[in-house]
C-alpha cells in the first residue's frame, strides 16, 4: 500500500529564503507526481506535474524533481514571499492506478 | 469560468439526514474524482469515474453513493449521515484514465454533521 511522506510537517523562515519541501513515497514506481498548494479554507491548486518520461519541471520560481529510484521528490521555493504561505501538498500515482495517492502535506509560513 | 465547480461549499445538518454534493467540470475531462479532508487535512480517494463508468471505488460506507450522470457531472450521496462523516469533499477531474492526467480540484464542500 503506497503511503507518501512529507517532511518538514511545517515550517516557518523569513522573507527571501530559498526553501526545500521533501515528498517520499514507499513504492518508488512513481508514474505521475504532482505538487499542489492549499490555501486555508480553500481548494488545491496545482503548482507542478512530472510526467512519466520526466524528471523535472519549473515554473517561475518553483522547481520539482523526482528521483524514481529512491520514490522521493522535492520542491525547491527560491526566495520566498509571504505570498507563498500555505500548505504544500505532493501526490503521486504508480504504474497500473488510476488514482493519485496525497502526501500529509507541508504547512509553511513566510515571514515578512 | 470556474474549471471545477461544487456545490454546496457549506453544508450543516442532522446525524441520520441524507445529503447531496454537485459537481461539475468545464474542461473537457473525462476522468473525475471525489477525495475527502479529514480534520487533519489528510486527503483521501473515496470515488472516481471514467466517462460515467465507476473505476475506482475504495473502502467507504455503502451509505456514500456517488452517480456519474455525464462525464462532466460527479455527484455524491451520502444517507444516514453520521459525525464521522463531518469532513470536506473535494471533487477533482482529470484527462485521461490511468497515469495520463494532471489533477484539477474543485473548492470543497465543507460538511457538518451535528
Known amino acids: 500500500k503506497q503511503e507518501v511522506t512529507q517532511i518538514p510537517a511545517a515550517l516557518s523562515v523569513p522573507e527571501g529564503e530559498n526553501l526545500v519541501l521533501n515528498c517520499s513515497f514507499t513504492?518508488?514506481?512513481?508514474?505521475?507526481l504532482q505538487w499542489f498548494r492549499q490555501d486555508p479554507g480553500k481548494g488545491l491548486t496545482s503548482l507542478l506535474l512530472i510526467q512519466s518520461s520526466q524528471r523535472e519541471q519549473t515554473s517561475g520560481r518553483l522547481n520539482a524533481s523526482l528521483d524514481k529510484s529512491s520514490g522521493r521528490s522535492t520542491l525547491y521555493i527560491a526566495a520566498s514571499q509571504p505570498g507563498d504561505s500555505a500548505t504544500y501538498l505532493c501526490a503521486g500515482t504508480t504504474s497500473g492506478t488510476y488514482k493519485y495517492i496525497f502526501g500529509t502535506g507541508t504547512r509553511l509560513k513566510v515571514l515578512a | 469560468d470556474t474549471a471545477v465547480s461544487q456545490t454546496p461549499k457549506y453544508l450543516v445538518t442532522q446525524m441520520g439526514n441524507d445529503k447531496s454534493i454537485k459537481c461539475e467540470q468545464n474542461?473537457?475531462?473525462?476522468?473525475m474524482y471525489w477525495y475527502k479532508q479529514d480534520s487533519k487535512k489528510f486527503l483521501k480517494i473515496m470515488f472516481s469515474y471514467n466517462n460515467k463508468e465507476l473505476i475506482i471505488n475504495e473502502t467507504v460506507p455503502n451509505r456514500f453513493s456517488p452517480k456519474s450522470p455525464d462525464k462532466a457531472h460527479l455527484n455524491l450521496h451520502i444517507n444516514s449521515l453520521e459525525l464521522g462523516d463531518s469532513a470536506v469533499y473535494f471533487c477533482?477531474?482529470?484527462?485521461?484514465?490511468?497515469?495520463?492526467?494532471?489533477?484539477?480540484f474543485g473548492e470543497g464542500s465543507r460538511l457538518t454533521v451535528l
Open positions: 477533482a477531474s482529470s484527462y485521461g484514465t490511468g497515469n495520463t492526467g494532471e489533477l484539477f
Open positions: 474542461l473537457g475531462h473525462d476522468t
Open positions: 513504492d518508488s514506481a512513481i508514474y505521475n
